[in-house]
C-alpha cells in the first residue's frame, strides 16, 4: 500500500500506541482487500458496544486504547447491553452495569460522542452524499450507503475504532464506485405501505439475492422510517450492505440484466414466517432505534391505556430527551412502558426472563429467536400496542 508521510509516522508509532495499533490493524485489512491507499473519513459509528458482546478481553483492549487514543472525527457508538442510566428499571444486574459503566468510559476518554444508537443519522452523526465513512452496524451501513449516498463498508467494531483514531480507512470495496452498481434488477409488485411491509421487503429480497446489489423497482415511496426497516431486514436476510431503489435512493447506478421479482403472497408467507409465537410477554418497539414521528405514533397509540406486559420502546437518548420536552414520553410511561434508550432488545442481556418477543422489526425476530431463544410476533406498531394493552 502506497502510505503517505503522515501515514508512516501513524504506522512507525509517533502519534502514539493507539494510532499505532490501529494503523497496523487499517494496513493489514488494507492488504487482504488489495487497497492501494488509505482515504480519509468524515464520520465513524461503532459497534460491539455491549459487555455482553465485548467481555472481559474486550472491555482491557479499550481500556488500553484509551491510555492515549484520541478520535480524529465525529465518533458515535452502537447500542449498549443496556440503559446507561434506567439500567435498574430494566431489569439489569449490578455486576453486568459497573461493566457497561466502564466501557462507555474508556469510549468517552478517547473523545468518543458516547450516544449509543444503530440511528445515528438521527442525531446529528450525518454527513453528506458521497463522503467517505466507517460505520458498522449493519443496518446503519445499509442506510448510509443506499439512503444517505454515503460510502462504507461494514466495519468491525475494532476497524471502526481503529478509523476513529486515525481518520483513516482503506480505498476498497464500497469506497470504490466500481463496487456500487446493481447486480440484480427487483420488481416488485406487492402492496408496500407500513414498517411491516418494508421489513417483510427485506426479507424477501434478502432470502432471494444474498449479498448482491439491487436495483428495486416498483416501490413508489418510502417514508425514512419504512427505509430504516427495509435496511435493517434486507442486511439481516441476505447481508447487503447497498441497495439502490429507483426514484427514491440517491445513488446512480447501470441497470443489470438478470432480474426477479418480489409478489404479494411472498410478502404475506414472509410475516407468517416471522410469527411462530401464540401471545407475546415481551413488546419491543425500535429496531432499528425511533425516530421522533414513531416515538410520537407510541405516544398517540398508548394514551389513555395500560400495557398489561413489559413493553420497551428503543431510541436514542438525544430523542428521547426532545419526547419529554414534547410530552410524548410522559404519555408513554403513564401507559407503563419503559424507554430503553442506549441499548434495545437484542443487545440487552434478556435472554431467560421472557419467552416470546412481539415487535414490528423483522431483524428483531432474527436475533430474538437467535440469540435469545424467543418465539416471535412480526405485528405493525398499532397491532403490537392493541395485544400488549389488551
Ligand atoms: Fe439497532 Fe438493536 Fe435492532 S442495534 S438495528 S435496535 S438489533
Given at each position: 500500500m502506497q502510505l503517505t508521510k503522515e501515514e508512516k509516522e501513524m504506522l512507525a508509532g509517533k502519534h502514539g500506541r493507539a494510532v499505532k495499533s490501529s494503523m497496523d490493524i487499517l494496513v493489514s485489512l488494507g492488504e487482504i482487500f488489495g487497497a492501494k491507499r488509505l482515504i480519509d473519513v468524515s464520520s465513524v459509528q461503532i459497534a460491539g458496544v455491549s459487555y455482553d458482546n465485548l467481555g472481559e478481553s474486550g472491555l482491557n483492549y479499550l481500556s488500553d486504547l484509551a491510555k492515549d487514543g484520541r478520535v480524529r472525527v465525529l465518533t458515535t457508538l452502537n447500542p449498549?447491553?443496556?440503559?446507561?442510566?434506567n439500567w435498574k428499571r430494566l431489569g439489569i444486574s449490578p455486576e453486568f452495569a459497573e461493566k457497561q459503566i466502564r466501557v462507555i468510559e474508556a469510549f468517552k476518554r478517547m473523545?468518543?460522542?458516547?450516544?449509543?444508537?444503530?440511528?445515528?443519522y438521527f442525531i446529528g452523526n450525518v454527513p453528506h452524499f458521497g463522503e467517505h465513512v466507517a460505520w458498522s452496524e449493519s443496518s446503519a451501513v445499509c442506510y448510509a450507503n443506499s439512503v444517505l449516498g454515503l460510502k462504507t463498508n461494514r466495519e468491525g467494531g475494532p476497524s471502526a475504532l481503529a478509523s476513529a483514531l486515525t481518520g483513516k480507512t482503506p480505498e476498497s470495496g464500497l469506497h470504490l464506485d466500481r463496487n456500487r452498481q446493481a447486480e440484480m434488477v427487483v420488481n416488485v409488485a406487492a402492496r408496500m405501505e407500513d414498517v411491516t411491509d418494508f421489513g417483510a421487503l427485506g426479507y424477501v429480497i434478502g432470502k432471494k439475492i444474498g449479498k448482491k446489489i439491487p436495483l428495486i423497482k416498483g416501490v413508489e415511496k418510502a417514508s425514512i422510517e419504512q427505509l430504516k426497516s427495509f435496511c435493517a431486514s434486507i442486511a439481516t436476510y441476505g447481508g447487503t450492505a447497498l441497495f439502490h431503489m429507483e426514484g427514491i435512493t440517491p445513488d446512480r447506478t447501470r441497470v443489470p440484466k438478470q432480474r426477479v421479482g418480489v409478489t404479494q403472497k411472498e410478502i404475506d408467507a414472509a410475516k407468517k414466517d416471522l410469527t411462530d409465537g401464540e401471545e407475546a410477554d415481551f413488546f419491543a418497539i425500535g429496531c432499528p432505534h425511533l425516530s421522533i414521528r414513531e416515538v410520537e405514533e407510541v405516544a398517540r397509540l398508548l394514551s389513555g391505556k395500560k400495557v398489561k406486559k413489559e413493553m420497551w420502546i428503543c431510541v436514542a437518548r438525544p430523542i428521547k430527551r426532545i419526547a419529554d420536552q414534547i410530552g410524548y414520553s410522559k404519555a408513554i410511561e403513564d401507559a407503563g412502558a419503559k424507554f430503553a434508550c442506549d441499548t434495545c432488545m437484542v443487545v440487552?442481556?434478556?435472554?431467560?426472563?421472557?419467552?416470546c418477543l412481539g415487535t414490528d422489526s423483522a431483524k428483531g425476530c432474527f436475533y430474538a429467536r437467535g440469540r435469545h431463544s424467543f418465539r416471535t410476533r412480526f405485528r405493525n406498531i398499532r397491532e403490537l400496542i392493541e395485544e400488549a394493552t389488551r
Open positions: 449498549a447491553g443496556m440503559d446507561m442510566e473523545g468518543v460522542v458516547t450516544t449509543c444508537t444503530c440511528t445515528p440487552a442481556p434478556v435472554r431467560g426472563r421472557f419467552k
